[in-house]
């Protein structure tokens, strides 16, 4: 048998150790060996082949438990754990993400063409919610300008809408009598935001594809702004010229502005952002810590609103 050089090996035919030990769980399942080991169902599927990047923190990760139990995700329940509990009825795949507007190229994708033509990065981020609590999460995804750049933005492209899926039957959320919020879920972000290197599209968190109450199939993570700019199962990306309505800032305007940029100093009316706890930091002397203004990434996105009063645009 030739002994191939290395250049003549394919990318595609190398096998990550994790993927690899994923197939052979995948074969003894097959084998209906699965069970007979008791792996709980939810264990999770699907391993993701991912690079590091430049960009992560180097704080430590929330563990994979309280970032998969502590969740928002209202279509399935205002409790932090309803996500969990419920939201597996969300059918994940097949995924389609339409994205149109005011492109030359708009385009239909495909969640898993999407992740067979991206390098995927893990990006670990520091993420900060509204209500007072923050997370660090080692996030699989790419660029969301690599798609940009794919579907070519006209000149009068100003903001990048995003929706969630509308799915009632799917969604118990959107079946209540007294909707929390407008559906489908809406977020928006100014088109230079959008094409920061640090806004990325997530399909998995720690190696693995994105369980559905982190917002499976595909999802927004914007780490300098508040938590809900992070919409989850994206159905829909529309290039458009005015700022588009989004779905926290129509329930409540005063609350939630358009920008929501995590900022120490302008507070929301029922809550300091001046500090913030970190989720799974126990213990009844665990101090809270200093919320960083852009959540610690000013030196990478500040000039983004250079001469913005960000009192008025929070
Ligand atoms: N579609 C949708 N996306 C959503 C939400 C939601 O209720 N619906 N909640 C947001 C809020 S308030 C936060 S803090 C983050 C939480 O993401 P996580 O559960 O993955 O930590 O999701 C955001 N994206
Ligand atoms: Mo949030």
Redesign the pocket.
Known sequence: MPIRRRSDILPSEITPREIYLNRRQIIAGAAGLALASGLPATARAGSLATVKSPFSTDEKPTSLQD?TS??????FGVDKGA?AAHAHTLRTSPWTVKVDGLVARPAEFSVEDLIKGSTLEERIYR?R???GWS?V?PWDGFPLADLIKRVEPLGSAKYVAFE?AYRPEEMPGLQSMFPV?EW??V?GLRLDEAMHPLTILAVGLYGERLPN???API?LVVPWK????????IARISFVEKQPET??NRQAPDEYGFYANVNPNVDHPRWSQKTERRIGEGGLFVKRRPTLLFNGYAEEVAQLYSGMDLRKFY
């Open positions: 970032v502590y969740n928002n995700y209202y279509e996500p993420m919610c509204v209500e997370m999460v969630t919020l489908p879920y977020e109450q982190n917002g999802r508040y938590g809900f700019k992070g919409i989850k199962s779905s926290w």
